[in-house]
């Protein structure tokens, strides 16, 4: 699902989590595309207002490189929802 097109009709509706793919920007992603997706997913809460909780879809796999889960705390910590 489109979370961008989702947010635009429903975000007062909506309370979205676990947007950042643990079987392909997790696993498989560089620190710095988990880092432009956390920010991705800030954006649905400032230009639509959406309720949003940045999380891993699932489990994170065991092959994480700790070098983005570092990226997905430390980007998370740095944005500001007020």
């Known amino acids: 699902?489109?979370?961008?097109?989702?947010?635009?009709?429903h975000a007062r509706q909506l309370g979205?989590?676990?947007?950042?793919?643990?079987?392909a920007t997790m696993t498989f992603g560089t620190a710095e595309e988990v880092r432009r997706r956390v920010r991705e997913i800030a954006t649905l809460h400032r230009d639509h207002g959406a309720r949003v909780m940045i999380a891993p879809t699932h489990v994170l796999e065991?092959?994480?490189?700790?070098?983005?889960?570092?990226?997905?705390?430390?980007e998370s910590k740095a944005i500001s929802f007020s």
Do not use: Y
């Open 1 to 9: 699902m489109d979370a961008g097109e989702l947010t635009r009709r």
């Open 16 to 23: 979205l989590s676990g947007m950042v793919g643990t079987q």
């Open 62 to 74: 065991p092959d994480a490189p700790l070098a983005n889960i570092l990226a997905l705390v430390e």
